[in-house]
């Protein structure tokens, strides 16, 4: 069975800096998607990132990036220049093409200060 | 993108009584999900809904607590049978994007109360 971690319950940001949250996973596979998703108060869960796991470059979506280490079994995502509408809970997921299920982190509470 | 209609967004229920939950998705998807958030958790997956055969539980999640139906290809039910305040959640439904599966999106959820 797969397993995420993330270790950071809460964090926060300065308006307009980069911060890194960081998630480990546990898994046999060797092919297999992950995922960082945004959860805002609103309840929405917002698909942020993805990154295929056979591929080596890092994944990048305007503002944020992440840093695949495939050996390691770590997933971490950066946010430049951090905006107040950031504010909120990032779920670290992994997908694995043999399970048919997303397996979540337990999630990081990230709160950009004006 | 799918996008995928969840209802109610909200409901305040009595112990006891059961509130079935809706999923509409604006295409047709092969594999819809449903999911538990418990109060400040991270989402647990309850039962993975397949059209035109019986949904698949988890450990812990029983189809006598958590009937589902799939009647198409674009449309499912969850219910919350028999419900006690640990039952207070959020429910959220889910779709993947078909054939690939690479992705899942996800509905806005359901936001129980039991007292």
């Known amino acids: 069975a797969q397993t995420v971690t993330q270790s950071q319950p809460e964090m926060s940001v300065q308006e307009a800096e980069t911060v890194t949250l960081s998630c480990t996973y546990d898994?046999?596979?060797?092919?297999?998607?992950l995922f960082w998703y945004k959860q805002p108060p609103s309840r929405q869960m917002i698909l942020v990132i993805r990154?295929?796991?056979?591929?080596?470059q890092n994944a990048t979506e305007n503002r944020f990036s992440v840093n695949f280490q495939k050996a390691a079994k770590s997933f971490s995502l950066k946010i430049s220049d951090s905006q107040l509408g950031d504010t909120a809970m990032y779920f670290c997921?992994?997908?694995?093409?043999?399970?048919?299920?997303?397996?979540f982190g337990e999630g990081t509470q990230l709160t950009v200060n004006p | 993108s799918a996008v995928i209609s969840q209802k109610p967004s909200r409901d305040i229920c009595q112990r006891g009584t059961s509130l079935t939950i809706q999923c509409q998705v604006d295409?047709?998807?092969?594999?819809m999900f449903w999911y538990r958030q418990q109060p400040g958790q991270s989402l647990t997956l309850i039962a993975t809904?397949?059209?035109?055969?019986?949904?698949?539980?988890e450990s812990g999640f029983v189809i006598d607590k958590f009937p589902i139906s799939r009647p198409n290809l674009t449309f499912s039910t969850l219910t919350v049978s028999n419900m006690s305040p640990e039952d207070s959640s959020i429910y959220l439904c889910?779709?993947?994007?078909?054939?690939?599966?690479?992705?899942?999106?996800f509905g806005s959820g359901t936001q129980l109360s039991v007292l």
């Open positions: 990154q295929e796991a056979y591929k080596q």
């Open positions: 295409s047709q998807v092969t594999m």
């Open positions: 889910s779709v993947s994007d078909a054939p690939t599966n690479e992705k899942l999106f």
């Open positions: 898994t046999s596979e060797s092919n297999y998607y």
């Open positions: 809904a397949n059209q035109g055969s019986e949904a698949t539980y």
């Open positions: 997921a992994f997908w694995g093409t043999s399970g048919s299920r997303l397996t």
